[in-house]
């Protein structure tokens, strides 16, 4: 069986959480979610959670060894052996650095790297939204604010470190959740990445 070794990135209010779980489900892989990981840890209030809580309430990003070593433990589990689907991991380029030496090592590396294209001011009426819905500690306009910043001074970078690889797919992030997913399963598909459900 082929592998599926996948990461989506956008600015925080792209839709790539939703998208992410979605282009997962068809390419058969799980999602592996540093946002996620943090927010059950805190939820859980675990030694993690406590540790990151502040953290992630502004904006910040938590310390590269402590996320490259959750999501080294993460991508070590049998369900992963098979593919997954990389969302908020890596964020700058050194997390970039750590994954590539956790992958290489393993002979792998990631097959397409799909970034959500979304306008500034769209992201911020998006999470908004979503602030008034979910409630998220995060979504404050201070921390949005940080967090969109740090999206384009940190995370950007890596699109270009991607780039020259080759792997990276720009996906219109603009029109409804249905149209956005077809536009990354063709653009997956157009690199020979095979499906395993609708
Ligand atoms: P997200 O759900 O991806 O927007 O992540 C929520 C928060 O978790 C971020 O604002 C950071 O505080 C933290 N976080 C998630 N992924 C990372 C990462 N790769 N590196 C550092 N901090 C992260």
Known sequence: MTATRLLIVGPQGSGKGTQGVLVAEAFGVPVVSTGDIFRANIKDGTELGRKVTAILDAGDLVPDEVTSEIVRDRLSQDDAAAGFLLDGYPRNTVQVDHLD??????????????????????????????????????????????????????????????????????????????????????????????????
């Open 101 to 198: 030496a956790f992958l290489g090592a393993r002979g792998e590396g990631l097959d397409a790297v799909v970034l959500l294209d979304v306008p500034r001011r769209e992201s911020i009426a998006r999470i908004a939204k979503r602030a008034a819905e979910q409630g998220r500690s995060d979504d404050t306009e201070e921390a949005i604010s940080n967090r969109l910043d740090i999206y384009e001074s940190e995370t950007a970078p890596i699109i270009d470190v991607y780039g020259a690889r080759g792997i990276v797919d720009r996906i219109d992030g603009v029109g409804t959740l249905d149209e956005i997913t077809e536009r990354i399963f063709a653009a997956l598909e157009a690199r020979g990445l095979v499906r395993v459900a609708a």
